[in-house]
Structures are given as structure tokens and as C-alpha cells.
């Protein structure tokens, strides 16, 4: 069985050692150096672990390595772009299964490499163990904030208009949650075009209720009105046979698209009088409001109050895997 050095060393052989832009050394030494930027931008970090059998399933075979090395680079990826930042460098940690570890390795690496070099990241490092436990993958990935600074989830006032930047919901069932596309380029356009008037952003990984109460937490305490009737729906939801659907038809689609997991799409807040300037191809969906707390408002203009909350690992409620 080869060992780990065998490994690292086939991995260091598949990344191209030289002109990788602001990782002046990478892959082979206790550390790789990264250069500073010459616009004295800050650096954005950000790290994120996946676990068979939790967020992908590799051991029952229904995922492949090269998948899951996809994914767990486009979730990673993904919060660079909620920041509207540009992605430079992956560290990539792994756990591999002593059985057949090296494919694992091979297919993991050249999905990594691919998924990276869309977006002009370099492999910069990372470690690998063997061992008899499931395939865990954490990936640390370095990035550069925007001109004009970071866009936070703590920034939304009242009277912002809330956005999506696509339709939610149904990602399990239809499997698209293992091929997230991370929206860089949209986040990189939205801050172009809004500059300080784009206000706060998050990716939506835990749902847009979930979310979204991210951010009106951070922004201190603000609420928000939904109007279900611009909330996009996804048509898997539609196209997939889920349970929920053959319950109840259109009220529960909406159920998934406010609090399904891993649409990947971002969640924006705009102020109304930057409206003109947004690009193309996105959905307005909402508006925060002074008075705490999330609302679905129909086309009668009636409101509630929705207190669920999108999908939680901890309690687990809305477990749809
Ligand atoms: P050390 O024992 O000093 O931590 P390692 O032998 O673990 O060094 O790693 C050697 C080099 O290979 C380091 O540059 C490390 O960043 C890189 N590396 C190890 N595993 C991976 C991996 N899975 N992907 C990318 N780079 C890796
Ligand atoms: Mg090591």
C-alpha cells in the first residue's frame, strides 16, 4: 500500500510549481509563502470540512471522489464570493480510507485541480493522512476582499431590497448540491456595479430563511418581509418526485425553497435607490424592515410571521438526506 509521502508526492507533481501569481512557493516545504498584495487589499479566509456519510456518501458508493473533490472546493469557494472576493489559494486537508487510497487521492486531486483552475486558484498545500476511518476533506482557502472592502453580512438597513441570485430549493433530492457553482462572477459584477450601495451579502447554504436571519442578526436586530410569489422555485422540486410534493403540491415547494440546505446562490441586500444599477439575471425577493423578524407576505399582501429557520446540523430540523 503506497504511503502518504507517495502520495503528497503525486499530488505536488500534478500542480505547476511556477508562475502561480501570488503564491511565490507552494506544494514541497513546511509552509508556502504567499506574497502581499501591491493594492494592500486584506486577505479573506475561509475553511470548510466535509464528512462521509454527512455531506456526501462515498463509502455506500452513491458519490464518487471526483465529486466530492468538486464540492469541496465550490462550498469554499462559494463564501469567497459571498464576500464578492477573488479566490487565490487552497489548502487542502485529507482523511483518506486505507483502502484504495490512492485512487481516492488521484480522483480527489484532479477534480480539486479542475474545480481550482476555473477560477485561477493555486493548490497551495495541505496534508494527507491514511487511515481506517470514512474520507474527511477540509479545505482552507485564501482570497482577496474587493475594491472598496469586504461586502459582511452585518450591513443591511431598512429599506434595503433583498435579492437571490437564483432559484432555491430541492438540492438533495435531485443530487445538485454535490455540484455547486460558486458565484464569483456575479458577486464580482454586483460590487462593481453598487460599490458601498451593495450592503450586505451571505451564500445560501442552510436555506434562505436560515440565512437570511443570519443577516438580520448581524445587522442588528432588523426584520424582513418575503414575497412568496417572487421567491424563485427550482424545478427540481418539481421534476423530482420528493415526498413533499406528492403531500402537498406549490405551499410546500415554497417550504423547501425557504429552508432546503446547499442552493449555493447568494442572498443580497441592496439599497432601493441603487436599483438601476444591478445587473442582470437576479431576484428581488424581499425588504428589511425596522420591526424584528421574518414575514411571508402573499400576493393578497397579507402577512405572517415564519419562524422556521432552515436547515440546522444541530437540531436537525428539516433533515431532508
Ligand atoms: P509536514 O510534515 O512538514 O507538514 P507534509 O509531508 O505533510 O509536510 O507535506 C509536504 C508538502 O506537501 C507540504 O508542502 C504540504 O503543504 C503538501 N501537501 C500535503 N498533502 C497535500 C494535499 N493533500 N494537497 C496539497 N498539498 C499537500
Ligand atoms: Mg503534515
Redesign the pocket.
Known sequence: MPGE?EI?DW??AQVAQAGQGLVSLG????C?LINQPDDNRKWLVTTDMLLDGRHFQMQSGQHSPAQVGRKAMAVNLSDIAAMAGTPVAA????ALPKADSQSIARQL?EALKAEAAKYQVV?A????NVWDGPLVINITLIGLEPQGGAVLRSGARQGDLVFVSGPLGGSYPSGRHMRPIPRLRLAEDLKICLGPDLHAMIDLSDGLAGDLRHILNESGALGADLFTHQIPIHTDLYDYQTEVQNQAGPEAAMEHALCDGEDFELCFCVDPAALSKLPQGVFEVGRITKEPGLRLVGPDGLARNYHRGGFDHFRKELNTR
Open positions: 509521502f503528497i499530488i505536488r506544494i514541497g516545504d513546511d508556502s489548502f487542502v486537508s485529507v486531486t493548490l498545500g495541505g496534508d494527507t
